[in-house]
């Protein structure tokens, strides 16, 4: 059964922007932690920034300043709004949750995951 589920991924010029949704099942929605990963082919998954169930915000600091993490509670979705996009910015974008104590970017503590969405950034 489905619990997240991503959508918004494409491409995008350097320097543009794009916001990626996950929608989450009611039940992962109230998990403490939701995050996004992103993966390049080849590389190992790397944190982009997690929001807490009470609303702490963390960034890895690649994207610090550029991207934002939001929560719309009436939909049950995360968001990722990227802006000034960069061509290392390309990957498979992943939202993930988990419901333990402490909320950190080590997607070893993540039991939940999306299917991911691809986001291509162009020169």
Known sequence: ??????????????????????????????????????????KEREGVGYITAVGTIRYASSVQGRF????????????????????????????AAHDKAVCRLRQGLFNAWGQGTQVTVAS
């Open 68 to 95: 934002t993490i939001s929560k719309d509670n009436a939909k049950n979705t995360l968001y990722l709004q990227m802006n000034s996009l960069k061509l290392e910015d390309a990957a498979i974008y992943y939202c």
């Open 1 to 42: 059964q489905e619990q997240l589920r991503e959508s918004g991924g494409g491409s995008v010029q350097a320097g543009g922007s794009l916001r990626l949704s996950c929608a989450a099942s009611g039940d992962i929605y109230k998990s403490n932690c939701m995050a996004w990963f992103r993966q390049v082919p080849g």
